[in-house]
């Protein structure tokens, strides 16, 4: 149980830098399997299996433009969080062996 809670914060520190990132290489993906065109410009019709997926595609890819946010703001929690870390690892290291 001790070691969920720094894993937890991992993983929602990765969703919350790639998700946008993730979202557009989805809706890309979904485009392309199915012949669809998707651009920011407008929402293109994407026929799925009956259903019209071009809204949901159009939106996932906008998301995209989170990423203007997202990434930075990610890379400094990031390194602050590996530089904390590797502080109290150290420290930790460090009482062990004196």
Partial sequence: MRRFWPLLAVL?????TFGPLLS???ASAVATANGCALDEGS???????????????YTLGVLGWLMLLTLPVGAVVGTVGGVLWLVWWGRRKWVRNR
């Fill in 12 to 16: 929602l520190w990765a969703l919350f």
């Fill in 24 to 26: 557009v290489l989805v």
């Fill in 43 to 57: 929402i293109h019709p994407c026929v799925i299996a009956g259903w019209d997926a071009g809204g949901l595609l």
